[in-house]
């Protein structure tokens, strides 16, 4: 049986922790940060976790994750 390829987008996205759930980035934490507040540039920086009703969608894309 051939390898599986893993979708080389998600893979930079998402990494799994050692309890099995995966991490992501969020969002809004880049650029135009001037006119953003300080606590919305705060938790724009924190590592989130992806939501149980998608993490089958990601695990598909990552297949050795």
Known sequence: ???MKTRRAAAKRFSA???GK???GR???RHILEKKSQ???KKAHKIDYVHPADENT???MLPYL
Do not use: D
Request: net charge positive.
């Open 27 to 29: 969002k809004f934490g």
């Open 22 to 24: 995966i991490k992501r």
């Open 58 to 60: 990601v695990k598909r």
């Open 17 to 19: 922790t050692a309890n």
């Open 39 to 41: 606590e919305r540039k």
């Open 1 to 3: 049986m051939p390898k």
